[in-house]
């Protein structure tokens, strides 16, 4: 797909902005918990700020429904962004109307301004036309950064796009870039690693995934799933067995396209869920009935290992075990370090992003290594699933 991005924009000192931007970050005791998101938007204000537009930043907090909610407000995000921008961010206590219409007017060029949480308004997520409206008056220009929001039709990212001329911001442009070099139009052979606790929540992602990709590592909860309508016992293990059918679906699936499945050689289990829990690595053959299994062993790491040397580009989501509690961290770890190393020697490409994957590179050191890290959950997800973005298809020139 073709979009337009800031390098298609010029003159625009004076001009009114509108950006969206994806400033749903975590909190804390009422601060901020991790700035990720934060930072990935500042390129792009300012690139926007220096060519002497006012921007004015639309985002959504959290799922208000449309009510104004106080501990969902986007004042307490303000000054952490001021701080890693290093310039002043007012605020207007509304994302439309006269609160702010009087703060937009009095901004200077250059200046950057953050609107209330455009979910206070129910029109928002009913992608209400009237509200799209009420937005698209406020600006001259539109530019979505935020691709994490961009599998959500809403207002501030489907219709608003409709009603102004709308530009991919530098983020979104970098993520359209990164992931269209992982599953568009790749370096084969492709890997793509999937975990995670369940296979029911990546039905969708799986099937479109082995029509892609050369190689597909199963690893979390849900290798289980796939284990066991193999016919393994998986004693206690976390497993849809409803799912059997649907497990191997997806095997006959890849099998005709070509696409191997590498599932765990061995497995490290344990009688409880629980950091430091007492544990061994068995063989598929021996996991007792009454252990689960909570991360693969050294058999299935060098494995790993051996398919992430045979790719050119690597699309990873979700852990491959319990990484929160230690030692079931070990394989997500190694696996996660593995892939860094190759990147770095610039034999791959690595795309990573949706859920916990985030924070099990960051677990693992391994993230700032990786070509791309997408800081999108749902979205990242849906692209995955081969789905077309709403937010992203409203850009398309
Ligand atoms: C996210 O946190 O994944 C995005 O900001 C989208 O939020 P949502 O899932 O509430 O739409
Ligand atoms: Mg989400």
Known sequence: MTFKTLDDLSDIAGKR?????DLNVPMDG???????RIERVLPTIHE????????ILLAHFGRPKGQRVADMSLEPVAQPLADLLLAPVDFADDCVGKSAEDAIAELSDGDVLLLENTRFHAGEEKNDPAFAKDLAELGDIYVNDAFSAAHRAHGSTEGIAELLPAYAGRTMQAELEALG?????PKRPVLAVVGGAKVSSKIDLLENLVGK?????????????FMAANGINVGKSLCEHDLADTARRIMAAAEKSGCEIVLPADAVVAREFKAGAENETVTLDAIPSDAMMLDVGSASIAKIAEKIDAANTLVWNGPLGAFEIAP????TVAA???AAERTKSGKLNSVAGGGDTVAALNHAGAADDFSYVSTAGGAFLEWLEGKELPGVKALEA
């Open 30 to 36: 009422g601060k901020v918990a991790d700035t990720t």
């Open 336 to 338: 996660a370090r593995h």
């Open 328 to 331: 079931f961290d070990k394989a």
């Open 213 to 225: 990709v050369d190689m597909l590592v199963i690893g979390g909860g849900m290798a289980n799933t």
């Open 17 to 21: 902005v509108l950006v969206r931007v």
């Open 48 to 55: 926007l700020s220096e060519k002497g537009a006012k921007v």
């Open 181 to 185: 070099s992982a599953l568009g139009e």
